[in-house]
């Protein structure tokens, strides 16, 4: 499908820790519909600028844009309220719950933020669905414990969809995965685009994120050095130098 209206936009993003500048004025934009991937070698600043953008982190100076709305600084709740949620990276504290009553807890919660009694009707339903569409609807009655590394990953991303987000950003999902877990992943990941959501995803996996992107950005330095679509980065001699420790 085509690509919508800009959607996110970062001006100037810079973020230091005791001096030393993780993100040293980064400036993107992404369009509604998009599959972002951003790479780069470690310590490049891509956590940072994925903490800057979900509010974890608070940035030092530069400003993030959703749907023209000034989120800077604002709370990670209220981030995601509007819209721009990440992966639970560890379902820590889901670890004593079956599957499908995690994912039902996500789903009240986010039937509770839009304060509607309505939106909490029916949870269990949707759990269900959602649990399908992440591919993981035969494992929904086991304790989250006892899920599978594949499984649990498939989990966080199920977790976050429940929030309803419009950006979904994700940290290295296919960190420790083997190829058949990835490729599910991965599979999942280009239903939830076809269903609409944008994706911002950090790899280090150039093979995981060449297939799945529409563009790629290349942090080093907590600068961006290049971007385009994953073709014409790959062949850009700056990334294969940074790549190659050049
Ligand atoms: P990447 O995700 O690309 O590996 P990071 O964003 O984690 O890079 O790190 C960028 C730089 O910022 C590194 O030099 C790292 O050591 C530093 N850094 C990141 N987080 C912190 C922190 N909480 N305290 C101090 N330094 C940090």
Redesign the pocket.
Known sequence: PPLGEELLQVTELQ????G????DGVSLSVRRGEVLGVI????????????CLSGH?SPDAGRVLLRGTDVTDKSMDAIARQGLVRTFQHPLSFRSKTVASSVELALGVSAGRARSEAAATGIPDQAGALLAFCGIGDVAQRPVSALSYGHSRLLGVALALAARPEVLML??PAAGLNHVESAALAALLARVCRAGITLIV?DHDMAFLMPLCDRLLV?DA?TLIAQGPPEQVRMDPRVAAVYLGG
């Open positions: 973020k230091s820790f005791r030393v500048r993780a993100i780069g070698p470690n310590g490049s600043g891509k956590t940072t600028l994925f903490n982190l940290d290295e950090i942090l907590g």
